[in-house]
């Protein structure tokens, strides 16, 4: 017989095996560093210019960061903040190379299904890794206790109090305190204040805005990390709301985010667990956007049915449940989305059955469907394996046309993401010009 003596110890193996695999991966140091660019990819593919007009311009004005120079001469690697640095100061045809950022709040999209292994995180990553190199500022928040993606950002040692769950202690605590403040005499209201509730709640819940938020290997992506101990988040808040009935549990990331200075981040990017729970629920209703990816086969079809059918049902119970307790909290139900994508991923061109599941999504769900799929190639197979975007990969360990094959896959889905983004972004501004 077997107990949970069995499974601590499998996990103490498997913690140890990934240990090995992150030296082996994020050698010598075992931290992931972001890898320097050549002077052929920021003109091909950030600046979309010539090599040669961008050469010229750093010969020009030598105060311009410079790069660091091959011992032979021939090609020069900058760091992302050199080429920010570049993207600042450096104008062609009098055009900026900076990205159009609408003002206001950073857009907010939530990559969510709950089929595993249609590529939530592999999404997730990519558009935040384009979309740094495109100039803007993200922030990610990994919803999942799996953890991949917050692995995939370099970082390895996670408390749960510094993840959503603790971001859903924080708002208990506020949100009690807010509701007894509404009652003329605070003795009178039926529920606890923050200084009733459990000492760990408390403790947790004391923590700052900021606090939840670290650094990554990126120098403008920031990450809301995730652990395999944010996995008991689902039980935690269901004990919560037994705690609290008139928390609105699921406006809890949305407020949190509402905190966050406008000019801190141009885009916010969720990575959602493989479930219909408390923290999907949270994404969904924080989300501007919502980014639904789906493999190409049967399924994977059946399963974005199904998820589609049930966060449907599950916001419709939100909206008709708890339209009271959303009202006092300043919730407008019901939720609202700026947008909704499905995004085919691992896609063959090659594949009959591939290319007759993309034409039974778009028959399906018409201009929903993303134009362009993300295609299954080597270096996207090697992303999830190593913990390296297309992006991250150094185009000298393969052919040159493989990785660049699955870096214009990658750019194209980003190039039509940040399409729905910006149009988004643009009501955004038109609908608070007509209301001021």
């Known amino acids: 017989m077997r107990d949970h003596s069995n499974l601590q110890s499998m996990n103490e193996r498997s913690l140890a095996q990934q240990a090995a695999v992150r030296k082996a991966t994020f050698s010598p140091g075992e931290e992931k560093i972001l890898r320097p660019f050549s002077i052929w990819e920021i003109s091909q593919f950030m600046f979309n210019v010539p090599a040669d007009t961008l050469r ?3 010969a020009d004005d030598p105060s311009l960061p410079q790069g660091a120079t091959e011992e032979d001469g021939r090609q ?39 089929k595993g292994g249609v590529g939530k995180t592999v999404v997730a990553q990519h558009l935040a890794n384009a979309a740094a190199l495109d100039g803007y500022r993200v922030l990610v ?32 605590c506020r949100e009690a305190d807010r509701i007894a403040a509404a009652y003329d005499d605070p003795a009178d209201c039926p529920y606890p204040t923050g200084d009733e509730l459990p000492e760990d709640v408390q403790s947790i819940g004391a923590q700052r805005v900021q606090d939840f938020i670290q650094k990554t290997a990126w120098p403008t992506i920031d990450i809301i990390p995730s652990c395999a101990n944010a ?35 141009d885009l916010i990017i969720f990575d959602c667990p493989p479930a219909i729970g408390y923290q999907s629920l949270n994404a969904a209703f924080a989300a501007d956007i919502l980014y639904i990816p789906s493999g190409p086969g049967y399924w994977e079809y059946d399963s974005t049915t199904s ?13 008709e449940g708890y339209a009271r307790i959303a009202q006092d909290a300043g919730i407008t139900l019901p939720k609202q989305f700026d947008d909704i994508r499905l995004l085919m991923t691992r896609f063959e061109a090659s594949n009959p059955l591939h290319v007759a599941m993309m034409e039974a999504f778009r028959n399906v769900f018409g201009a929903d469907v993303c ?32 990785w660049k094959r699955a870096r214009q896959s990658f750019d194209a889905t980003y190039d039509e993401f940040k399409e729905v983004v910006l149009r988004a972004w643009e009501r955004r501004e038109a609908k608070e010009e007509v209301e001021a």
């Open 56 to 58: 010229k311009k750093l």
């Open 371 to 402: 134009n362009n799929a993300i295609e299954m190639t080597r270096a996207v197979e090697q992303s999830g394996r190593f913990q390296m975007s297309v992006y991250e990969q150094d185009y000298r360990q393969m052919t040159r046309e493989t």
């Open 231 to 265: 996995a008991f988040v689902e039980f935690a808040s269901a004990q919560y709301r037994s705690m609290h009935k008139a928390w609105s549990f699921f406006g809890c990331v949305a407020r949190y985010l509402d905190e966050l200075p406008d000019d801190q981040f």
């Open 76 to 114: 020069r690697w900058f760091s992302l903040a050199e080429i920010n640095e570049l993207r600042r100061r450096i104008r062609f045809r009098g055009k900026t190379l900076l990205p159009k950022r609408p003002g206001g709040q950073a857009m907010r999209v939530a990559v969510s299904n709950f």
């Open 307 to 319: 998820f589609l059918g049930q966060l449907g049902d599950a916001l419709e119970d939100i909206s």
């Open 141 to 172: 928040v990994d919803f999942d206790p799996q953890a991949t993606l917050t692995h995939s950002m370099g970082l390895v040692e996670v408390k749960e109090w510094n993840t959503v769950w603790g971001i859903m202690c924080r708002d208990l």
